[in-house]
């Protein structure tokens, strides 16, 4: 004679208060229920940097700052050399106006507070502004 196999299927008690089959494991991967491993989506986003606006110091000619003082303020303040500060003092007393160099606005903003702030503490007129480029 050949054994009968017959299958029982157990039940639990649902959320919904009905009876619902209970699942293998296999099936509970299948389904998504917690304690099985998901699916991931990793996605990589890269920060859209933008550079620094750029911003223009330059110093205005008047008649009685000494051309020796803006040399000085020139090589002390912006790091140029003798040759190349006497080149920009000379375009401000030819032009009235000279580019001492290009910063980004806190630095532009910082140079001219220290260059107006030693002027006045020599007593010399001198100004010295910024402007965006």
């Not at 630095?107 to 001219?112: D, I, M, P, R, S």
């Amino acid at each position: 004679m050949t054994p009968v196999r017959t299958t029982t299927r157990e039940t639990l008690e649902g959320p919904t208060g009905g009876l619902e089959p209970r699942l293998a494991d296999d099936d509970k991967k299948r389904r998504g229920e917690p304690g099985s491993p998901g699916t991931a989506v990793i996605t990589k986003t890269k920060p859209q940097t933008k550079r620094p606006s750029l911003y223009r110091v330059l110093i205005l000619n008047d008649d009685y700052t000494p051309m020796e003082f803006v040399v000085h303020v020139l090589e002390r303040f912006f790091n140029k050399d003798h040759e190349t500060a006497t080149r920009i003092m000379l375009h401000v007393h030819h032009h009235g106006i000279g580019e001492c160099g290009v910063y980004t606005y806190e630095v532009a903003e910082t140079k001219v507070t220290q260059v107006m702030d030693f002027a006045r503490k020599h007593q010399h007129p001198l100004q010295c502004v910024m402007e965006k480029k």
